[in-house]
């Protein structure tokens, strides 16, 4: 790896770099929780929320539990990708996110899904979200905000991959909720 490389993915990012995070919870109060960890990340240091998505409610992916409410945020930030990563595995903890199993329930789940135009492949951080374009539940939301955003590895924007999945009839089980605007900040 290179030097520029390196500081670019573990440390500081030199210029504001838009990023798209997908938030997802199932146990306790989710709007709350999605909303709150939302504020959480506006305050935190080198974040600044762009955008919001409506709120989402879907089915779950995984073992049986409770449906989730969903939402994406797009941020602008000074931090590398591996810091923007920390700050918002720390942001979970802080909600009782605890790991038992894969695809379990979760009080608050914060994926990062694309930073930039970067495609990153390194353990415990793939940029973009490696399962982003085949999910309903990020695309929905993310259709919202940001669609003319380019996937970096499919070359195809959030709406090109959302047709596709309606194309297939894929998009079912995600029912937005109406006491949550959309918004642009």
Known sequence: MT????QS???RSELDVKAAIALGSNLGDSNKIITDAIAVIDTAPGIQVAGRSH????APVGPPQPDYINACITVSTTLSPRNLLHKLLDIEGQYGRVRKE?????????DLLLYGDRIIELPGLSLPHPRMHERAFVLVPLM???PQWSHPKLHRTIEQLFTHLAQQKLLTGVDRLVSYE???V
């Open 9 to 11: 993915v573990f440390g």
């Open 102 to 110: 894969r695809w379990g329930a979760r009080s608050l789940d914060l």
């Open 182 to 184: 959309s918004q642009t």
């Open 3 to 6: 030097k520029a490389f390196e």
């Open 144 to 146: 919202d905000i940001a």
């Open 55 to 58: 709120l989402y409610k879907t």
